[in-house]
């Protein structure tokens, strides 16, 4: 089973920036496309960004994130990361790393199938 492990939430105002961070196994990390998705209380769980497994392959963004988001891999480095800038409190939610070997990029949860614990992000107004 591929582990994946977040870091770098926590708390920041509104216009803020945190980044996130999502480590995985060394050797076969690189085979995976990675996903970002969130839950806030009371809501369902939601994409927020993913990248393909392919070295300079295509990445997806939801709206809401669009021009505030980035999410980048580094080859061999088993770490993908998700910048959030110009942070905003409906942004406070619980944020999961997703994965998903090879194939296509999918932007919903179904077609994840690896998932870490979820770390907390709150963003104050």
């Known amino acids: 089973q591929l582990q994946l492990v977040e870091s770098g939430g926590g708390s920041a105002q509104a216009g803020g920036s945190l980044r996130l961070s999502c480590r995985g196994p060394e050797y076969t990390f690189d085979n995976y496309n990675m996903a970002w998705f969130r839950q806030a209380p009371g809501k369902e769980r939601a994409f927020v960004a993913a990248?393909?497994?392919?070295?300079?392959?295509?990445?997806y963004y939801a709206d809401f994130v669009k021009g505030r988001f980035t999410i980048s891999r580094r080859p061999n480095k088993r770490t993908a990361y998700l910048q959030m800038n110009n942070l905003q409190p409906e942004d406070t939610a619980v944020y999961y790393c997703?994965?998903?070997?090879?194939?296509?990029?999918?932007?919903?949860?179904?077609?994840?199938?690896?998932w870490g614990q979820g770390i907390q992000v709150t963003v104050s107004p």
């Open positions: 990248i393909s497994w392919v070295s300079g392959g295509p990445s």
């Open positions: 997703e994965a998903k070997f090879q194939g296509n990029t999918p932007t919903n949860d179904a077609g994840y199938d690896h």
